[in-house]
């Protein structure tokens, strides 16, 4: 089987563009993993991460958001934002999720906000960790 083209776009700019043999993204209510030969389908993201597996190596993604395409031998992933694991900081995101977890939330609204954010903190985290990224 070829190989997948797995392009990575974000609003600002093309993040990655790179020939994998796999590719594995968080969706809205799980995980997928797609390879060479997969049924051609539309997934809605969620936020965490996105692995691109190219040969030996595996690049990492902290993805929030947006949708997969797959079609023929090509990934598309558009999200919001797509950080590099590797670029993550542990304690910048730890940071993060305290003061999202100490907002005040008193209407549904702001509770949604809260939740999000905290939901964001959360995954973030988990990528550095699993990349074994610490600041």
């Known amino acids: 089987m070829p190989p997948l083209q797995c392009i990575v776009v974000t609003p600002e700019r093309t993040v990655c563009e790179e020939m994998a043999v796999f590719v594995a993204a968080s969706l809205y209510d799980g995980e997928i993993g797609i390879g060479p030969g997969h049924t ?3 997934g809605r993201l969620g936020n965490g991460e996105l692995r691109i597996t190219s040969g030996e ?11 997969v395409e797959v ?50 903190s959360r995954a973030q985290l988990r990528v550095a ?7």
């Open 129 to 135: 960790r699993r990349a074994g990224t610490s600041s």
């Open 40 to 42: 051609p389908m539309i």
């Open 57 to 67: 190596t595996t690049h990492r993604f902290y993805i929030e958001g947006g949708f």
């Open 71 to 120: 079609l023929g031998d090509t990934v598309s992933i558009l999200t919001n934002r797509a950080i590099p694991a590797d670029e993550i900081d542990e304690a910048v995101a730890n940071e993060q999720l305290l003061t999202a977890q100490a907002r005040k939330a008193d209407t549904p609204e702001l509770m949604a906000i809260r939740d999000r954010a905290v939901s964001q």
